[in-house]
């Protein structure tokens, strides 16, 4: 039995007719202000990666530490060459350096090789507002950085490395290995043999004196 036309028509039409999902969504064009933000938004990505491939300042947290233990000492020993309520007074890089002129050059080099730093430290804060110690103590670790890094990491390594001293245990006492006439061999107790109490002589260790082959 052959199909009429107008069946076959209907069928052909249906075959070409694409079934379509039922989750599918039509893509609308984006707008101009859509397109610029997408465009906005990738570019600041690009520039925030590229700046965290750059290269971090490296510095050893001792070498800040002791850097900021030798510029406290500083102060220390030369600190009344200095009219502190001149040095606290200056506004610029150039009313620093003449407030450090009436200290000894070997010890103003210390402070002056960037003077900028010192007037950041002033004008921090967390800057000590009374106690001239406190003030002094904070510029010292502020510039222990040596200006490679900023003066609030710099402080901040000053602070950690500090806490770290203090919380570090310490040598009670040294004990030696030692061989004793009385065949006691093993570690010494308070400098002397756990058998016998023989004292270890310090001398012994200064002229190489030997006992019994053993040295």
Not at 98 to 104: D, G, S, V
Not at 118 to 145: V, Y
Request: hydrophobic share 30%; proline share 6%.
């Amino acid at each position: 039995m052959r199909k009429s036309k107008k069946a076959r028509s209907s069928v052909q039409s249906r075959s070409k007719t694409r079934k379509v999902p039922h989750n599918y969504r039509p893509t609308v064009p984006k707008s101009s202000a859509q397109l610029a933000k997408g465009t906005k938004r990738l570019k600041s990505l690009l520039t925030a990666s590229e700046k965290k491939r750059g290269p971090r300042p490296k510095i050893r947290p001792s070498e800040v530490v002791n850097r900021a233990y030798d510029l406290r000492l500083t102060f220390d020993l030369a600190g009344k060459q200095l009219d502190w309520p001149k040095v606290l007074a200056a506004q610029s890089q150039e009313e620093v350096v003449a407030a450090f002129e009436q200290m000894e050059e070997s010890y103003r080099k210390k402070f002056l090789y960037k003077p900028e730093l010192i007037l950041r430290c002033m004008k921090d804060p967390k800057f000590p507002k009374q106690d001239r110690q406190a003030q002094e103590e904070f510029i010292a670790d502020s510039l222990a950085g040596d200006g490679r890094i900023s003066i609030r990491r710099s402080r901040d390594i000053c602070g950690d490395e500090r806490t770290k001293e203090r919380h570090q245990g310490k040598i009670l006492r040294r004990e030696f290995y030692i061989v004793c006439s009385c065949r006691y061999e093993g570690p010494a107790f308070h400098d002397a043999c756990p058998g016998c109490g023989a004292v270890v002589s310090y001398l012994d260790f200064a002229t190489g004196f030997t006992f019994g082959g053993y040295s």
